[in-house]
């Protein structure tokens, strides 16, 4: 059976930073593409950050480039995302995504695997 289970959640202060995790079970993370998507209240699901199937490429949301990272472990078969100089404006539940192969698509529908998600509050 598929899963993804993510972690690393929480509260934190505007200016601090978090690191979620992504465990895959199920199916080689090495040969999937990786995506994380977010959901605020009220709000549609949006597109955060994606790496490619081989990890080689990323691909960012305007509004956190240069402030979050992704990356993976495939040895752990996990993939991470860094975020930092968090802002009151990334408040909402994150998750993460997988697809066979493919590149960094920012497009929820071209996943077909999803996780349950992790809840990211950040204050003002």
């Known amino acids: 059976q598929v899963q993804l289970v993510e972690s690393g959640g929480g509260l934190v202060q505007a200016g601090g930073s978090l690191r979620l995790s992504c465990a895959a079970s199920?199916?080689?993370?090495?040969?999937?593409?990786m995506a994380w998507f977010r959901q605020a209240p009220g709000k549609e699901r949006e597109f955060v950050a994606a790496?490619?199937?081989?990890?080689?490429?990323?691909y960012y949301e305007d509004s956190v480039k240069g402030r979050f990272t992704v990356s993976r472990d495939n040895a752990k078969n996990t993939m991470y995302l860094q975020m930092n100089s968090l802002k009151p404006e990334d408040t909402a539940v994150y998750s993460c995504?997988?697809?066979?192969?493919?590149?960094?698509?920012?497009?929820?529908?071209?996943?077909?695997?999803w996780g349950q998600g992790t809840q990211v509050t950040v204050s003002s």
């Open positions: 199920g199916l080689t993370s090495s040969s999937y593409a």
């Open positions: 995504a997988a697809r066979a192969y493919g590149g960094a698509d920012p497009r929820a529908a071209s996943y077909n695997v």
């Open positions: 790496s490619s199937w081989s990890g080689g490429g990323t």
